[in-house]
C-alpha cells in the first residue's frame, strides 16, 4: 500500500508528459509511446532505489550483506603451527625456498626482537646486529645474502635453525 502511494505523483507525471508528447505534432505516435515507456520505467525504477532503504524493504538484502560483512575467523594456533612446520620442512629440504621464504621469515623475527629488546633496525645497524647474533647466525639473516648457487640443492640444516631459533630467543 505504501508503495501505491508513492506511485500517484510520478504516474501523474507521466499521464501529464504523455498527453504533451501526444499532442506534439511533428511526433509520431509509436515514438511518443517509446518515449513514455522508458520514462515511467525511470519513474518506477526511481521510486523503488529511493525507497529501498526503508524497514521493509531491506530484510532480503541485510541478509546478503550480513553474509558479505561475516568475518573470516582469525587463524587457531594449529593453523600457524602448521604453517610454521611446513615452512621449516620445505626450507630445510630445499635451498630456493630456504633463501626466498624461510629465512626471510627468520630474519623479521630477528629484526622484531632486536628493535623490541636493543632499539637495534636491522638492517641500518647491521654491524651491531651482527655482534648480537653472532656471525653463524648473521650469515643466515643478513639482508644482503646471496642466492644459492644450487637452487634444487638442500636447504637450511636443521641444526643451523635451531641455532638462529636460540639466538632470537637469546636477544
Known sequence: MRLAGRLIRPALLA??????LLSLPNLQTARALAIWVVLV???????????????????????F????????????????FLRM???????????????????????????????????IALERRPETAQALLG?????LLRPDRPDPDDRHGPG???EQVVAVIEAVEAL
Open 15 to 20: 499521464a501529464v508528459v504523455l498527453v504533451v
Open 41 to 63: 520505467a525511470a519513474l518506477v525504477l526511481m521510486v523503488l532505489v529511493r525507497h529501498s532503504g526503508e524497514p521493509g524493504w531491506s530484510e532480503p538484502r541485510q541478509h
Open 65 to 80: 550483506e550480513e553474509a558479505l560483512r561475516r568475518r573470516k575467523p582469525a587463524p587457531s594456533q594449529a593453523v600457524e
Open 85 to 119: 612446520e611446513r615452512e621449516l620442512s620445505l626450507g630445510m629440504a630445499d635451498a630456493d625456498h630456504a633463501h626466498r621464504r624461510l629465512l626471510p621469515l627468520l630474519r623479521a623475527a630477528a629484526a622484531a626482537r632486536l628493535a623490541a629488546r636493543h632499539g
Open 135 to 139: 656471525d653463524e647466525v648473521w650469515e
Open 156 to 158: 637450511v640444516q636443521r
